[in-house]
């Protein structure tokens, strides 16, 4: 046996140690936001009200309807809901990565690494989510099968799914501004019309006054609880960026005093102008005859999965578990570009292998257990995550202007 194969089968195994202890310790310790979820399971089997201002910091926040789309799990003991939620979250990561690979190199062969060094790099978003029961997982797989029906030109099936995803977490609607810039009005009209629908699911248990009801309760809870989270540590969105720079917080960290309004207009310019530089970016698609990647939108697509972390009001570190497909593509670069033997013509690129190592320090070194909880905390105040997404976006942003991608 090559040495290789015995380095891979010993990383392989302290990895399965690693996994199998940490779901030991999750399982053990519980999955906060998922006894959220498993508590609105059970009011819809009940018919109880689900927004409730008594629940204190564990808040349900997601739309009526999907807590009547998790209400089967409602009729287990929450322990071993908290099994299946935990087996679900872990199958969806492999249906999500599957696709991703897919959207990357079609059925290539990954190189040696690919998947430990991607999932190395996301594996502060990715335990975060596993450690909290967060949904994130489900809302990616129910896009990626959307962008499959996209593919193969089944317009109406992908907003299905599509609809799905934001009826969970209304962070997926970044996706329609691209598909009606694309042209895609079938899906973008179907999307609309099944979230409609969807909105009215729960009236079957409730009655349309009391959908009516809970839909009020709902934005209620949305537009009380949110504004006070907006510059807190772990909100690593835009949002928190700048109002932790530029507004006085207790946080200390801010260069300017601006007001909440003029804040407000730079962060929404901000999000403009992002927005609008990822359709540069698709035109200049237009330019590259032999990309990198199998599917040429792959670029703008995991640009969309980074934005919907990064343009949500309350953009929780743990959501950057939308960045996977972003990383999977520049993991794949490097590996090609740098570690092949038969490089790219675009040669070996130690800017970007750089950056990525980059990325890697701010979000990955830097946490409790490396640096204590004082720097730590410096770190969050700093942002020092949101800067690392936008190492990401600037890698991904070099590889398509320098048309690789």
């Keep these: 046996m090559k040495k290789t ?59 009526p309807f999907f807590a009547l789309l998790v209400a089967p799990i409602g009729l287990l003991p929450l322990s071993y809901a908290s099994l299946v939620w935990l087996l679900g979250m872990c199958v969806s ?17 990954p190189p040696a690494f690919f998947y430990i060094l991607s999932l190395l790099l996301a594996s502060k978003f990715l335990a975060r989510e596993i450690r909290l029961g967060q949904t994130d997982f489900l809302i990616l797989l129910f896009i990626f099968i959307c962008l499959l029906f996209t593919e193969r030109g089944k317009e109406f099936l992908a907003g299905i799914f599509l609809a799905l995803s934001i009826l969970i977490k209304p962070t997926s609607l970044v996706f329609l501004p691209y598909f009606l810039y694309k042209k895609r009005f079938r899906l973008t ?32 809870i949305m537009s009380i609880s949110s504004p006070p989270l907006l510059a807190v540590d772990m909100n690593q969105s835009i949002f928190a960026l700048f109002h932790r720079l530029l507004t006085s917080t207790p946080y200390g960290v801010n260069i300017l005093n601006l007001s909440y309004t003029t804040v407000t207009a730079i962060i929404y310019t901000a999000i403009v102008g992002l927005f609008g530089f990822l359709l540069f970016l698709n035109k200049k698609s237009e330019t590259i005859e032999k990309p990198f990647v199998h599917s040429k939108e792959s670029i703008e697509y995991s640009l969309l999965f980074i934005f919907m972390a990064l343009f949500s009001p309350l953009g929780w570190f743990q959501n950057y578990s939308s960045s996977i497909l972003a990383i999977m593509i520049l993991v794949y670069y490097v590996l090609e ?15 970007i292998t750089f950056m990525l190592v980059l990325f890697f320090i701010l979000v990955d070194i830097i946490n409790f257990e490396t640096v204590g909880r004082r720097l730590n905390d410096l770190s969050l105040y700093l942002s020092f995550i949101t800067w690392g997404i936008l190492i990401l976006i600037a890698c991904l942003s070099k590889l398509r202007l320098s048309r690789i991608a």
């Design 93 to 109: 990561l492999f249906f999500i990565m599957k696709m991703a690979k897919q959207m990357i190199m079609s059925d290539k062969p």
């Design 189 to 220: 009209a179907t999307t609309i019309l099944i979230s409609l629908v969807f909105l009215l699911a729960p009236s079957l248990v409730y009655g349309f006054s009391g959908n009516i009801n809970l839909l009020l309760g709902w934005k209620k």
């Design 5 to 63: 194969n015995y380095v891979k089968i010993a990383i392989y195994v302290i990895l399965a140690i690693v996994v199998i202890g940490f779901f030991r310790n999750t399982l053990g310790r519980g999955m906060n936001d998922f006894d959220v979820v498993h508590r609105a399971a059970t009011r819809v089997l009940h018919t109880e009200n689900l927004y409730n201002f008594e629940d204190g910091h564990y808040l349900y926040k997601y739309s």
């Design 337 to 351: 570009t740098n570690f092949s033997k038969i490089p790219p013509k675009a040669g070996k690129d130690k800017f």
